[in-house]
Nanobody, 128 residues
Framework: LQFVESGGGSAQPGGSLRLSCVTSGFSLVPYPVGWFRQAPGKELEGIACIENGDYSTYYQDSVKGRFTISRDNAKNTVYLQMNSHEVEVTAIYYC??????????????????????WGRGARITVSS
């Protein structure tokens, strides 16, 4: 199993970045996939996920309206488009396959159920 995240780096507030996650060693098709992040001194949190069937998407409130998750099963790739990000976006971002969610007041609480199905992460640092 391999998950290779790319597209991270340094950025300024208000800009845009797109993360990619190329997977190999298995097929993405059966799995809902998601993005997680861990900011300095904080716990890992799920921020976005996309279903495997109808490609429905769900987001944590903190990123809703600014981030967009998408997938291309033919390329075994998951994307995270990040727009208008601010300093609090600084974190290591991980993609994962085999995720589930529950909605709490419209905000998605996303967790992983396949412990080995995730990557090493891509670091994003946003500063002015």
């Amino acid at each position: 199993l391999q998950f290779v995240e790319s597209g991270g780096g340094s950025a300024q507030p208000g800009g845009s970045l797109r993360l990619s996650c190329v997977t190999s060693g298995f097929s993405l098709v059966p799995y809902p996939v998601g993005w997680f992040r861990q900011a300095p001194g904080k716990e890992l949190e799920g921020i976005a996920c996309i279903e495997n069937g109808d490609y429905s998407t769900y987001y944590q409130d903190s990123v809703k309206g600014r981030f967009t998750i998408s997938r291309d099963n033919a390329k075994n790739t998951v994307y995270l488009q990040m727009n208008s990000h601010e300093v609090e976006v600084t974190a290591i971002y991980y993609c994962a396959a085999g995720v589930e969610y529950r909605l709490v007041g419209g905000s998605a609480h996303i967790t992983r159920y396949k412990s080995d199905y995730w990557g090493r992460g891509a670091r994003i640092t946003v500063s002015s």
